[in-house]
Nanobody, 124 residues
């Protein structure tokens, strides 16, 4: 599956952005989808994930009450709605896809397909 992320940009602290990740190739609805981010000088970290049918979502604790992951299988797209943005949310955000596995969905090693990333910059 090929992934194309979009929607990043510059936001002020307290603002909102919505990221999209469009998939093409194999049937989208067989994949669990995740968002990861890598801030300047930091390791890549898990942000949020959603299972193949949208029934289960998972969040990093620091974003749990501010970000919402969702998917539209008819449009082959997964979204990350981000509210109450903070400067520490500044990072390159990447979407990823995986076939269901026993590896934790919070682990980047569980995901085999990655998009190119979109920059999110939050100013204070």
């Amino acid at each position: 599956v090929q992934l194309q992320a979009s929607g990043g940009g510059l936001a002020q602290a307290g603002g909102s952005l919505r990221l999209s990740c469009a998939a093409s190739g194999r049937a989208f609805d067989i994949y669990d989808m995740g968002w990861f981010r890598q801030g300047p000088g930091k390791e890549r970290e898990f942000v949020a994930a959603i299972n193949w049918n949208g029934a289960n979502t998972y969040y990093q604790d620091s974003v749990k009450d501010r970000f919402t992951i969702s998917r539209d299988n008819a449009k082959n797209t997964v979204y990350l709605q981000m509210h109450s943005l903070k400067p520490e949310d500044t990072a390159v955000y990447s979407c990823a896809a995986r076939i269901r596995s026993a590896i934790s969905i919070r682990s980047s090693t569980a995901f085999g397909s990655w998009g190119q990333g979109t920059q999110v910059t939050v100013s204070s």
